[in-house]
């Protein structure tokens, strides 16, 4: 939509326009001297888009976030956006012209069209679509009335209000997209309850968010059970006292959170589902039960996401076994290294010290799997547990660092000594991997099976397929393939990482493109 068509008055600081494919938000409208005529000054979504701080010759027109977030752009470069029913007219487009090539005996207006059309839709994706906010009052309740699924991610909306404007006539609204957007706080949260009192799911990724604005809008959502706050500005989580009680499911994934923050979500009393992934954790701490015993906290927690965090400690998963209900869990790319330094035995000790475990990194765990984990886990540490005293009642430090033992003997008996494993060294000659590289991009290559070591780099991977293709280090892309996750491929994106720290096993693929 031209800008001769907005008008450019102090309202339109604060909206949302589109320039060039990016977003940004208006923070001033005025002269810049010394050139003439008018200028937007703009805060790009993504900085590295911009040029300035908002000041230009000394003056200071706004102010931005990041140094390098602003720029001033002419009002002839940008768009505004337009209405919700529009922007569904532009996104349905071609079905719509198959209806109406169709209805044209009939002679039917293009609002009767319209609503024919789009009245039955259950789902409506308006992704990076430029919807400003939601157009003529009552027009979308008579035009799409039976939306469940709505998408609005990466939008020109500029405020909550504008979201309540449109949630609040879809009456069958359960699940709501809103990831990539810049959305202003409302300033009455109470007075848009109604509009979303059906939403059951929300996404809010990539919405530059802290806790406490979460916390704030949170009263508009008293029926929601999954929330998805991704990418955001999360440092610091708060407890949320009467609010987001109905919550089943949070997802906190990369945010830079302060993991002693970690428990204040743990009262929510039907969390069932949270990703704590790549927020740099390393510990976790439930210091309300004994080693052993389960907590209190989180007492409807059945899955786990701690991929891609910071935890090298083996008392962090014995501090997870005291969660009551927990059944799934994810660990992968972390430092958990076992006293051989194995992968397949980290999930070993893995599956051992977590007795309620079902699933682990999104495998099944077998009866036959669990049975092997824990016999070995009793031979592993036996030679320490008849140093500790043996029996019933071995000393309070060897309970502490394996609090299922006891219980594992119980279970399968005490260990004879000659079953006892002695750890064995972490030499190369216990750590070599058969590997089968294949190219999917190079048919005629045929697969090529080497023996490597877990310790070595993938730079140094790399070093080794530049030797046997002759294509240079720099030009391969690397990705594997596990036995254990059939049709899943997992990328390898760092150069200094080993081949253990991407849980690359034996008889695992390694897919090389280029």
């Known amino acids: 939509m031209g800008v001769d068509q907005v008008q450019l008055e102090a309202d339109a600081v604060g909206r949302r326009v589109s320039c060039d494919g990016e977003r940004a938000t208006v923070r001033y409208v005025g002269p810049v001297p010394p050139t003439a005529g008018l200028w937007l000054g703009v805060e790009w979504d993504h900085p590295e888009r911009g040029k300035h701080d908002g000041s230009h010759d000394g003056v200071q027109y706004f102010t931005c976030r990041h140094p390098k977030g602003g720029s001033f752009v002419r009002p002839a470069n940008v768009s505004f956006g337009v209405d919700f029913l529009t922007a569904m007219q532009q996104v349905y487009q071609t079905n719509t012209e198959e209806v109406l090539t169709d209805a044209s005996s009939e002679k039917l207006d293009w609002m009767r069209l319209r609503e024919r059309s789009f009245e039955k839709l259950p789902t409506v994706l308006l992704t990076r679509s430029e919807v400003n906010g939601p157009g003529a009052d009552g027009e979308i309740r008579k035009t799409a009335p039976n939306v469940k699924y709505l998408d609005l991610s990466g939008t020109l909306l500029c405020c909550w209000e504008d979201v309540s404007a449109v949630s609040q006539q879809l009456d069958h609204l359960e699940n709501l997209q809103l990831s990539n957007n810049r959305l202003q706080l409302p300033s009455d949260v109470s007075a848009h309850v109604q509009a979303f009192s059906s939403l059951r799911v929300l996404a809010l990724n990539s919405c530059d968010l802290t806790w406490p604005q979460i916390l704030q809008c949170a009263p508009m959502w008293p029926q929601l059970e999954e929330l998805f706050v991704e990418a955001n500005n999360i440092t610091e989580l708060q407890r949320p006292d009467g609010v987001l009680q109905s919550l089943k499911s949070l997802t906190l994934s990369s945010n830079p959170l302060l993991q002693h923050s970690v428990l204040?979500?743990?009262?929510?009393?039907?969390?069932?589902?949270?990703?704590?992934?790549?927020?740099?954790?390393?510990?976790?701490?439930?210091?309300?039960?004994?080693?052993?015993?389960?907590?209190?906290?989180?007492?409807?927690?059945?899955?786990?996401?701690?991929?891609?965090?910071?935890?090298?400690?083996?008392?962090?998963?014995?501090?997870?076994?005291?969660?009551?209900?927990?059944?799934?869990?994810?660990?992968?790319?972390?430092?958990?290294?076992?006293?051989?330094?194995?992968?397949?035995?980290?999930?070993?000790?893995?599956?051992?010290?977590?007795?309620?475990?079902?699933?682990?990194?999104?495998?099944?765990?077998?009866?036959?799997?669990?049975?092997?984990?824990?016999?070995?886990?009793?031979?592993?540490?036996?030679?320490?547990?008849?140093?500790?005293?043996?029996?019933?009642?071995?000393?309070?430090?060897?309970?502490?660092?394996?609090?299922?033992?006891?219980?594992?003997?119980?279970?399968?008996?005490?260990?004879?000594?000659?079953?006892?494993?002695?750890?064995?060294?972490?030499?190369?000659?216990?750590?070599?991997?058969?590997?089968?590289?294949?190219?999917?991009?190079?048919?005629?290559?045929?697969?090529?099976?080497?023996?490597?070591?877990?310790?070595?780099?993938?730079?140094?991977?790399?070093?080794?397929?530049?030797?046997?293709?002759?294509?240079?280090?720099?030009?391969?892309?690397?990705?594997?393939?596990?036995?254990?996750?059939?049709?899943?491929?997992?990328?390898?994106?760092?150069?200094?990482?080993?081949?253990?720290?991407?849980?690359?096993?034996?008889?695992?693929?390694?897919?090389?493109?280029?």
């Not at 592993?380 to 594992?408: D, I, N, V």
């Not at 058969?434 to 045929?446: G, H, L, N, Q, W």
């Not at 140094?460 to 892309?477: H, Q």
Request: some cysteine.
């Open 264 to 514: 204040s979500v743990a009262a929510l009393p039907r969390l069932e589902q949270l990703s704590l992934s790549n927020t740099g954790l390393s510990d976790l701490r439930f210091d309300d039960a004994a080693p052993g015993a389960q907590t209190a906290m989180f007492p409807s927690l059945t899955s786990l996401n701690l991929d891609q965090n910071n935890i090298t400690e083996w008392c962090v998963v014995d501090e997870l076994a005291k969660l009551p209900s927990l059944v799934k869990f994810s660990c992968r790319n972390n430092r958990l290294v076992s006293p051989d330094g194995n992968p397949r035995t980290a999930n070993q000790l893995l599956i051992a010290k977590l007795g309620r475990l079902v699933f682990l990194n999104s495998c099944e765990i077998q009866a036959d799997d669990r049975r092997g984990a824990e016999l070995d886990y009793i031979k592993m540490f036996g030679e320490e547990w008849l140093k500790a005293g043996g029996g019933s009642e071995p000393s309070s430090q060897f309970t502490c660092q394996h609090p299922r033992y006891l219980s594992l003997i119980d279970k399968y008996g005490a260990p004879e000594e000659g079953e006892l494993k002695k750890p064995e060294p972490f030499a190369l000659k216990n750590q070599l991997l058969k590997i089968t590289f294949v190219f999917p991009d190079a048919a005629e290559r045929k697969p090529i099976e080497k023996k490597l070591p877990a310790s070595m780099v993938v730079q140094k991977v790399k070093g080794l397929l530049y030797r046997l293709l002759k294509v240079p280090a720099a030009d391969l892309k690397l990705s594997y393939t596990s036995l254990k996750m059939v049709g899943t491929e997992f990328e390898i994106d760092s150069d200094l990482k080993t081949l253990q720290f991407y849980s690359i096993e034996d008889g695992d693929q390694v897919l090389v493109r280029w």
